[in-house]
């Protein structure tokens, strides 16, 4: 497989750029240059964006940078296609992108249990539609801990939990198909994503190891999936980004929740609300009101449980808050 492409050694490593955690790197081809800015370095739970922009230097022919595929791949089993996003304003006012350059986003998650140390991502790309081509960008993964939890769950959560019913697991196949969809047509933002709810309270963290402790006596070791704000009913839920919306409905576990498609793969949830004020297919923007938070489904009291799902894989919410900001500033 790796001989397939030529690789490219003179990949230039820039140093950090932006926002903390981004690096910038570039390398030239015989007709082209490449530029990329990506997370580097990461932590355990962090999604990896790789933002690459393509220019042709001539010499192409009738070839486009637009016709360009390319491919990211972290292991074989955590990869992800590049698609191409718009032009984003340049930070200076300056000229708009010519027709020969093209600009692409590709993500991976990290799972919250992913090995420190030095890795590598591959980039595979055929340039203006032709030739297979492969480098690699290092990437730092540095540890990161996470919180312990028991929670004591009561009655109604206990029953919520066992509950075997065909209507949950058909809820349950319906979510993971969702976050399972990976759309190239669906880029919707790609500068800093807001958070849903007004509130620096915190109540459970993403990544937190969680032991439930049922009324029969019994447990079951669980991780967080997302971050979890300590709000009263009735509080006003935004979407955190641009997107549309792909799930809003009633559901056992989770309650009233909305699920809003941001980029290829990449879903935010929203879980636990007293009442929701969109529908399946509809479009929001970054702020636009999605509900009301509240404690239904399999909750220990109100609170808005907020999520970020790439690739199925639950990453941490605040990097998009914090960190992406360098996937808007190439
Ligand atoms: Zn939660």
């Not at 919707?188 to 109540?203: D, E, L």
């Not at 509809?282 to 907020?306: E, M």
Request: net charge neutral.
């Amino acid at each position: 497989m790796r001989n397939k492409f030529t690789v490219i050694a003179a990949l230039l490593l820039l140093g950090a750029i932006g926002a903390a955690g981004a690096k910038d790197a570039a390398c030239d081809g015989k007709d082209y240059t490449l530029r990329f800015a990506y997370t580097d370095p990461a932590v355990p739970g962090d999604p990896v964006f790789v933002r690459m922009t393509l220019t042709g230097t001539g010499g192409l022919g009738n070839q486009k940078a637009g016709d360009t595929t390319a491919r990211l791949v972290f292991t074989e089993n955590n990869a992800a296609d590049f698609y191409p996003v718009p032009a984003l304003p340049s930070q200076d006012g300056g000229p708009a992108r010519s027709a020969n350059t093209a600009e692409f986003l590709a993500a991976i998650p990290l799972s919250t249990w992913q090995k420190t140390g030095n890795f590598s991502l591959a980039i595979q790309y055929a340039p203006f539609g032709s030739g297979d081509m492969q480098f690699t960008l290092p990437l730092t993964v540095e540890a990161k801990e996470f919180d312990s939890e028991t929670l004591k769950m009561g009655e109604s959560n206990t029953a919520i939990m066992h509950d075997e019913s065909p209507e949950r697991k058909a809820q349950s196949d319906k979510l993971n198909k969702i976050v399972l969809t990976w759309n190239k047509a669906g880029v919707y933002q790609q500068t800093p994503f807001g958070k849903p709810v007004a509130s620096a309270r915190m109540t459970s963290l993403f990544g937190d190891r969680r032991v439930y402790v049922y009324t029969n006596g019994k447990s079951s070791a669980s991780e967080h999936y997302g971050n979890d704000f300590g709000v009263p009913t009735g509080t006003r839920v935004g979407a955190c980004a641009d997107g549309k919306v792909v799930l809003a409905e009633l559901r056992v576990l989770t309650g009233w929740s909305v699920i809003i498609e941001h980029l290829p793969g990449l879903y935010s949830l929203y879980y636990h609300m007293d009442s929701i004020t969109v529908k399946e297919g509809g479009r929001v923007k970054q702020g636009d009101k999605i509900g009301a938070s509240g404690s239904t489904g399999f909750a220990t009291g109100p609170h808005l449980h907020w999520e970020m799902r790439l690739n199925a894989v639950a990453v941490n919410p605040d990097f998009f808050t914090k960190d992406f900001a360098f996937c808007g500033n190439p």
